[in-house]
């Protein structure tokens, strides 16, 4: 049996743009995992809209959001 192909065209990168992906990423995940857990909805409309404008990967957007769902389960 064969893999399943994804539902779109894939980029496979050499290595030095493959390093340089992954080395984006950790940034993106530090500022992400950094962000203090201020409940103030201004403070985090801003650090959103900061973020935004580093155009984070999907991982990293996922990541925010799944933090955020978990402030707002734990209030």
């Known amino acids: 049996l064969s893999a399943p192909t994804p539902p779109r065209a894939i980029k496979i990168f050499c290595f030095e743009k493959a390093l340089e992906y992954f080395v ?21 409309l801003l650090f959103v809209v900061k973020f935004q404008k580093s155009q984070p990967d999907l991982v990293s957007r996922a990541h925010l959001q799944v933090n955020h769902k978990m402030l707002h389960d734990s209030a």
């Open 24 to 44: 984006k990423l950790l940034h993106d995940l530090d500022i992400i995992c950094s962000y203090s857990l201020d409940p103030s909805l201004e403070a985090a």
